[in-house]
């Protein structure tokens, strides 16, 4: 089992910045492939980012490119999404995730996460 606790969410005006953190614990000697989601009122949840197991490779999606950021520290177990630049359109719960899928590579598709943190608001005001 592992277990994920995101923090850093928050009220913030547009054009500025948060950093959100996802910290797993349990069974973390295998480093999973991890993303994050995000879900807004009325909308279906969202991949935002995720990087590989070793960091190397990572996927943003368009409307968060140039604007976010994630990275990884494996020795700390926490996976980071740097937001920038933000907007009202960014407003939602944000949810860190990992998958135990066996891949080098990025996982897009939320259907391939068996795990999820609780979730974190962003607000973003205008």
């Known amino acids: 089992q592992v277990q994920l606790v995101e923090s850093g969410g928050g009220l913030v005006q547009a054009g500025g910045s948060l950093k959100l953190s996802c910290t797993a614990s349990?069974?973390?000697?295998?480093?999973?492939?991890m993303g994050w989601f995000r879900q807004a009122p009325a909308k279906e949840r969202e991949i935002v980012a995720a990087?590989?197991?070793?960091?190397?490779?990572?996927y943003h999606v368009g409307s968060v490119k140039g604007r976010f950021t994630i990275s990884r520290d494996n020795a700390r177990n926490t996976v980071y999404l740097q937001m920038n630049s933000l907007k009202p359109e960014d407003t939602a719960v944000y949810y860190c995730?990992?998958?135990?899928?066996?891949?080098?590579?990025?996982?897009?598709?939320?259907?391939?996460?068996?795990?999820w943190g609780q979730g974190t608001q962003v607000t973003v005001s205008s």
């Open positions: 995730a990992a998958t135990t899928r066996d891949t080098e590579l990025v996982v897009t598709s939320s259907h391939s996460y068996n795990y």
């Open positions: 349990g069974r973390t000697n295998s480093r999973y492939p």
């Open positions: 990087i590989s197991r070793t960091g190397v490779d990572t």
